[in-house]
């Protein structure tokens, strides 16, 4: 007779499941934005609060470790990942042109908020967290001037 093992997965953090929900919080916000620049910033947001989630949940602090970049750390304490890392690191170059007043298109900026969402999906799965409730869906129109906007399905919204 052979003794079953029960693998279970240390319990989560409270601060990484915070920074699960942050990062999910984000995203919804992306969503309701009507600026593509808002939208990429809260997309890039949403996934780097994820990546932090897992790393802090798959590492111990070391006080002799120098501050790194998330992207930098992922791959290290998630191999499966390093694609991501690599992308959303190129998208942090990307941001910090939009933060110093480069332009982002609607496109870019609802590519990156689909992308992000995967990635939380996908880190959350990692860890073992139950899956959240989908983003809304429907996200509120690109515009290029700021005025109230009717939410338009997803499947809409990048053909306009």
């Known amino acids: 007779m052979t003794a079953a093992h029960d693998v279970r997965r240390p319990p989560i953090s409270v601060a990484v499941l915070d920074l699960l929900e942050r990062g ?4 919804e916000a992306a969503c309701r934005t ?3 620049s808002e939208r990429y910033r809260d997309s890039h947001l949403g996934a780097l609060r994820a990546a932090a989630a897992l790393v802090a949940a798959r590492t111990v602090p070391s006080p002799r470790s120098r501050p790194r970049s998330v992207w930098q750390v ?3 304490v998630a191999p499966e990942l390093g694609e991501w890392a690599a992308f959303f690191s190129a998208c942090s ?3 910090s042109v939009i933060d110093r007043g480069g332009h982002i298109s609607a496109r870019e900026a609802d590519d990156l908020l689909r992308q992000a ?3 939380l ?4 799965d990692l860890l073992g967290v ?3 409730m989908p983003l809304p869906q429907s996200i509120t129109p690109v515009s290029s001037t700021p005025v109230p906007a009717t939410p338009v399905p997803r499947s809409r ?3 306009a």
């Open 74 to 76: 992922l791959p290290g």
């Open 34 to 36: 009507s600026d593509a």
């Open 117 to 119: 969402e995967m990635f």
């Open 121 to 124: 999906e996908i880190v959350q």
């Open 93 to 95: 170059a990307h941001r």
């Open 130 to 132: 139950p899956a959240t």
């Open 24 to 27: 999910r919080a984000t995203l």
């Open 157 to 159: 919204a990048n053909t």
